[in-house]
C-alpha cells in the first residue's frame, strides 16, 4: 500500500527566506504528484502536478521537482512571503490513475 | 464562476441519522470525487465518479453511498451515521479521467460533520 510522508510536519521562516518542503512515498510506481495549499477552513487548491515521465514543474516563485527512483518529491518555495502561510500538502496518483494518495501536509508560517 | 459548491459547511448528527451531503459543480468536468480529512491521517478517498451513472469505490467506502444521476451533482449519503464518520468531508472534480488523465483538482470547501 503507497504511503507518502511530508517532513516537517511544521515549519515557521522569517519572510524572504527560500524554503523546501519534503514529500516522500514507498512504491515508486506512480502515475503523477501533485502538490496542494489548503487555508484553514477551507478545500485545498492545486498547485503544481508532475507526470511521472517529467522531473519538474513551475509557477511563479514555486518549484516541484520529482525523483521516482527515490521516492521523493520537494517544492521549492522563493523569497516567501506572508501569504504563503498555509498547510501543503503532495498528493500521489497511483498507477492506475485513479486514485490519489495524500501526505498528512506541512503547515507552513511565514512571519513578517 | 462557482465552481465546485458543498451544502451544508456545517451538520451535527446524532448515532444512526441518515443524511446527504450535496456536491454540485458547474465546470462540466466528469470527474467527481468525495474525500474525507481526519487530523493525522491526511485525506482519504471514499468515492468518485468517471461520469454520469458510473461511480466506483476509493479507499474508505464503507458506511457511504453515492450516485451520479447528472454531470453536475455528486451527492454522498451516509446510510446510518456512526461517530467515526465525525470529519471534514471535501468534493473534488476535474476535466476528463481526473488525476487519471493528469488532470488537475478542484475542490470544494468543505464540509464539517459531527456525529455525536
Known amino acids: 500500500k503507497q504511503e507518502v510522508t511530508q517532513i516537517p510536519a511544521a515549519l515557521s521562516v522569517p519572510e524572504g527566506e527560500n524554503l523546501v518542503l519534503n514529500c516522500s512515498f514507498t512504491d515508486s510506481a506512480i502515475y503523477n504528484l501533485q502538490w496542494f495549499r489548503q487555508d484553514p477552513g477551507k478545500g485545498l487548491t492545486s498547485l503544481l502536478l508532475?507526470?511521472?515521465?517529467?522531473r519538474e514543474q513551475t509557477s511563479g516563485r514555486l518549484n516541484a521537482s520529482l525523483d521516482k527512483s527515490s521516492g521523493r518529491s520537494t517544492l521549492y518555495i522563493a523569497a516567501s512571503q506572508p501569504g504563503d502561510s498555509a498547510t501543503y500538502l503532495c498528493?500521489?496518483?497511483?498507477?492506475?490513475?485513479?486514485?490519489?494518495?495524500f501526505g498528512g501536509g506541512t503547515r507552513l508560517m511565514v512571519k513578517p | 464562476n462557482a465552481g465546485v459548491t458543498q451544502t451544508p459547511k456545517f451538520q451535527v448528527l446524532k448515532t444512526g441519522q441518515s443524511m446527504t451531503l450535496q456536491c454540485a459543480q458547474d465546470?462540466?468536468?466528469?470527474?467527481m470525487s468525495w474525500y474525507r480529512q481526519d487530523p493525522g491521517m491526511g485525506l482519504r478517498l471514499i468515492h468518485y465518479?468517471?461520469?454520469?451513472?458510473?461511480?466506483d469505490q476509493g479507499e474508505v467506502p464503507n458506511g457511504y453511498n453515492v450516485s451520479r444521476s447528472t454531470t453536475e451533482d455528486f451527492p454522498l449519503r451516509l446510510l446510518s451515521a456512526a461517530p467515526s464518520q465525525t470529519s471534514v468531508y471535501f468534493c473534488?472534480?476535474?476535466?476528463?479521467?481526473?488525476?487519471?488523465?493528469?488532470?488537475?483538482?478542484?475542490f470544494g470547501s468543505g464540509t464539517q460533520l459531527s456525529v455525536l
Open positions: 465518479s468517471v461520469g454520469a451513472g458510473i461511480t
Open positions: 498528493a500521489v496518483g497511483n498507477n492506475a490513475g485513479n486514485m490519489l494518495t
Open positions: 465546470m462540466n468536468h466528469e470527474y
Open positions: 473534488a472534480s476535474s476535466y476528463g479521467r481526473g488525476p487519471a488523465a493528469n488532470e488537475k483538482l478542484f
Open positions: 508532475i507526470q511521472s515521465s517529467q
